[in-house]
C-alpha cells in the first residue's frame, strides 16, 4: 500500500514539472512580440494624429543614425550650408574680375589739369611776365627775356623770333598794366606754338571698314608702354572700339603691361612670344582689328636707341608690314619733356626711319619747361597732340595750345 502512495505521489510532481515547463516555453514565445510591440505602434499613432512636429521628429530621426546623439542633426546643416556658401560664393568670384573703366572725357582735359604745369609756369610765364612789368626795359632785361626763353628749351630761333615780336608790340603799347602784358604774351606764344596746325589723331574707321592703324614709336626709357595704354583709354574715351598690338617682344613686361591697360578699359591685346618677331604681332594686330571691326588699332613697338642703325631698320620693317593691310594712319612719336634738346637729335633720327605725324610729350608735369613744345615741331614740323601731365590713368591730354599757353602764364 505504501508503494502505491508513493507511487501517485511521484506521478503528480510529473505532471505538475511538465505543466510548468509547458506553461514557461509559451512565455518565452510571447516575449519577442511583447518587446517590438512599442516600435509598430509608435509610428501608428503620428499617422493618426499628423502633426507638424510629429513629421520633423520623424525627418530627424530618419537622418540620423541610430547610435547618433540628439546634437547630430546640427552636422547636417552646416554640411547644407557650406554648399549653399559655394552657391552663392561663384557669382561673386565673377564679379571680382576687373570692371571695365570709363575713362573721363578728352574734351577740355587739358584745363583741368593745369594745375600740373605749375612748375613751367613758373619758369617761362610768370618768368616773362615779371621781366615785362618793370619800369624801364633796357638791352640788358631784354637779354635777361631771352635768357628765359632759352632755359625754357624754347629754342634760338623761335626765341629770337618772339623777342622781336615783343619788342615792337611793347613800343606801340606804351604803358604796360599787367592785364595788357598778360593778354600780348598770351597772343604771342599762341602765334608762336601755332593754331593751325591739324592737331587731331586720325582714329576713324575707313569708309571700307578697315581701322585706322596708330603707331607708337621712341627710344628706351620715354614712358612709351605706358603712354599707349593712356592713349587707349584716351581712344576709349572718344568712342573708339580698340585692339591694342603689343609689337614690343623684346622686354617680358611690356605686353603683360599693355594688356593690364587694355583690360581696364574692355580693350583686347594681340601679343606674341616673348623674343619674338615683332613685325608678325603687328601685322596680326591689324588683322585682328579688322575681323572685330575695330575703331583703331593701337601698336605699342619696343623702344629703341635712335644711335642703333639695327634697330631703327626694324622699326621701318614693322611699318612696311603693317602697311601690307593699308596705309599707317599715324605715327606717334613720345618724347620725353626733361631731356630738352637731346630730345631733339632722336626726333631727327626716327623722323629719317619713320613718317611722323605727331609728337607725345610725356612728363611736362614735373621740371620740365613748357618751350619743348615750341622747339621740337619747328625742328621736325610735325604738331604736338598729346601731352603726359602727370603719372594718373587719365593724365594724357589733347594738346590744345590757348588752353597750354593759359596754364603757363597763369590767372
Same mark, same amino acid.
Given at each position: 500500500?505504501?508503494?502505491?502512495?508513493?507511487?501517485?505521489?511521484?506521478?503528480?510532481?510529473?505532471?505538475?514539472?511538465?505543466?510548468?515547463?509547458?506553461?514557461?516555453?509559451?512565455?518565452?514565445?510571447?516575449?519577442?512580440?511583447?518587446?517590438?510591440?512599442?516600435?509598430?505602434?509608435?509610428? &501608428? #499613432? @503620428?499617422? =493618426?494624429?499628423?502633426?507638424? *512636429?510629429?513629421?520633423?521628429? /520623424? +525627418?530627424?530621426? !530618419?537622418? %540620423? $543614425?541610430?547610435? &547618433? #546623439? @540628439?546634437? =547630430?542633426?546640427?552636422?547636417? *546643416?552646416?554640411?547644407?550650408? /557650406? +554648399?549653399?556658401? !559655394?552657391? %552663392? $560664393?561663384?557669382?561673386?568670384?565673377?564679379? =571680382?574680375?576687373?570692371?571695365? *573703366?570709363?575713362?573721363?572725357?578728352?574734351?577740355?582735359?587739358?584745363?583741368?589739369?593745369?594745375?600740373?604745369?605749375?612748375?613751367?609756369?613758373?619758369?617761362?610765364?610768370?618768368?616773362?611776365?615779371?621781366?615785362?612789368?618793370?619800369?624801364?626795359?633796357?638791352?640788358?632785361?631784354?637779354?635777361?627775356?631771352?635768357?628765359?626763353?632759352?632755359?625754357?628749351?624754347?629754342?634760338?630761333?623761335?626765341?629770337?623770333?618772339?623777342?622781336?615780336?615783343?619788342?615792337?608790340?611793347?613800343?606801340?603799347?606804351?604803358?604796360?598794366?599787367?592785364?595788357?602784358?598778360?593778354?600780348?604774351?598770351?597772343?604771342?606764344?599762341?602765334?608762336?606754338?601755332?593754331?593751325?596746325?591739324?592737331?587731331?589723331?586720325?582714329?576713324?574707321?575707313?569708309?571700307?571698314?578697315?581701322?585706322?592703324?596708330?603707331?607708337?614709336?621712341?627710344?628706351?626709357?620715354?614712358?612709351?608702354?605706358?603712354?599707349?595704354?593712356?592713349?587707349?583709354?584716351?581712344?576709349?574715351?572718344?568712342?573708339?572700339?580698340?585692339?591694342?598690338?603689343?609689337?614690343?617682344?623684346?622686354?617680358?613686361?611690356?605686353?603683360?603691361?599693355?594688356?593690364?591697360?587694355?583690360?581696364?578699359?574692355?580693350?583686347?591685346?594681340?601679343?606674341?612670344?616673348?623674343?619674338?618677331?615683332?613685325?608678325?604681332?603687328?601685322?596680326?594686330?591689324?588683322?585682328?582689328?579688322?575681323?572685330?571691326?575695330?575703331?583703331?588699332?593701337?601698336?605699342?613697338?619696343?623702344?629703341?636707341?635712335?644711335?642703333?642703325?639695327?634697330?631703327?631698320?626694324?622699326?621701318?620693317?614693322?611699318?612696311?608690314?603693317?602697311?601690307?593691310?593699308?596705309?599707317?594712319?599715324?605715327?606717334?612719336?613720345?618724347?620725353?619733356?626733361?631731356?630738352?634738346?637731346?630730345?631733339?637729335?632722336?626726333?631727327?633720327?626716327?623722323?629719317?626711319?619713320?613718317?611722323?605725324?605727331?609728337?607725345?610729350?610725356?612728363?611736362?608735369?614735373?621740371?620740365?619747361?613748357?618751350?619743348?613744345?615750341?622747339?621740337?615741331?619747328?625742328?621736325?614740323?610735325?604738331?604736338?597732340?598729346?601731352?603726359?601731365?602727370?603719372?594718373?590713368?587719365?593724365?594724357?591730354?589733347?594738346?590744345?595750345?590757348?588752353?597750354?599757353?593759359?596754364?603757363?602764364?597763369?590767372?
Amino acid at each position: 500500500m505504501e508503494y502505491v502512495i508513493l507511487a501517485v505521489v511521484i506521478a503528480v510532481i510529473a505532471i505538475g514539472a511538465i505543466a510548468g515547463l509547458v506553461v514557461g516555453g509559451r512565455r518565452k514565445k510571447q516575449l519577442p512580440p511583447q518587446a517590438g510591440a512599442p516600435v509598430i505602434t509608435k509610428p &501608428a #499613432e @503620428p499617422k =493618426a494624429v499628423p502633426t507638424a *512636429e510629429a513629421e520633423a521628429e /520623424a +525627418e530627424a530621426e !530618419a537622418k %540620423v $543614425e541610430p547610435e &547618433a #546623439e @540628439p546634437g =547630430a542633426p546640427s552636422v547636417v *546643416e552646416p554640411v547644407e550650408a /557650406a +554648399e549653399t556658401v !559655394a552657391e %552663392v $560664393e561663384l557669382p561673386e568670384a565673377a564679379e =571680382a574680375a576687373p570692371a571695365i *573703366e570709363i575713362p573721363e572725357p578728352t574734351a577740355g582735359r587739358l584745363v583741368r589739369l593745369r594745375s600740373r604745369l605749375s612748375r613751367s609756369q613758373n619758369s617761362l610765364g610768370k618768368g616773362l611776365l615779371t621781366l615785362l612789368s618793370r619800369e624801364r626795359l633796357d638791352e640788358d632785361t631784354w637779354e635777361e627775356i631771352e635768357e628765359t626763353l632759352l632755359t625754357a628749351d624754347v629754342g634760338v630761333a623761335p626765341t629770337q623770333e618772339l623777342v622781336d615780336k615783343l619788342r615792337t608790340r611793347v613800343k606801340v603799347l606804351g604803358t604796360r598794366t599787367p592785364d595788357e602784358l598778360r593778354g600780348l604774351l598770351r597772343e604771342e606764344l599762341v602765334a608762336l606754338i601755332g593754331v593751325d596746325a591739324d592737331r587731331s589723331l586720325k582714329t576713324a574707321k575707313h569708309e571700307a571698314g578697315r581701322p585706322a592703324v596708330v603707331l607708337v614709336v621712341g627710344v628706351n626709357g620715354v614712358g612709351k608702354t605706358t603712354t599707349s595704354g593712356k592713349l587707349g583709354r584716351v581712344l576709349v574715351a572718344d568712342g573708339r572700339k580698340v585692339v591694342l598690338g603689343a609689337a614690343d617682344t623684346f622686354r617680358a613686361a611690356a605686353a603683360d603691361q599693355l594688356q593690364t591697360w587694355g583690360e581696364r578699359v574692355g580693350a583686347r591685346t594681340v601679343r606674341g612670344p616673348e623674343g619674338g618677331d615683332p613685325a608678325s604681332v603687328a601685322f596680326d594686330a591689324v588683322k585682328e582689328g579688322i575681323a572685330e571691326q575695330a575703331d583703331t588699332v593701337l601698336i605699342d613697338t619696343a623702344g629703341r636707341l635712335h644711335t642703333k642703325t639695327g634697330l631703327m631698320d626694324e622699326l621701318g620693317k614693322v611699318k612696311r608690314v603693317v602697311e601690307k593691310h593699308g596705309p599707317v594712319d599715324e605715327v606717334l612719336l613720345v618724347l620725353d619733356a626733361t631731356t630738352g634738346q637731346n630730345g631733339l637729335v632722336q626726333a631727327r633720327v626716327f623722323a629719317e626711319v619713320v613718317d611722323i605725324t605727331g609728337i607725345v610729350l610725356t612728363k611736362l608735369d614735373g621740371t620740365a619747361k613748357g618751350g619743348i613744345v615750341v622747339a621740337v615741331q619747328r625742328e621736325l614740323g610735325v604738331p604736338v597732340k598729346l601731352i603726359g601731365l602727370g603719372e594718373g590713368a587719365d593724365d594724357l591730354a589733347p594738346f590744345e595750345p590757348g588752353a597750354f599757353v593759359d596754364a603757363l602764364i597763369g590767372d
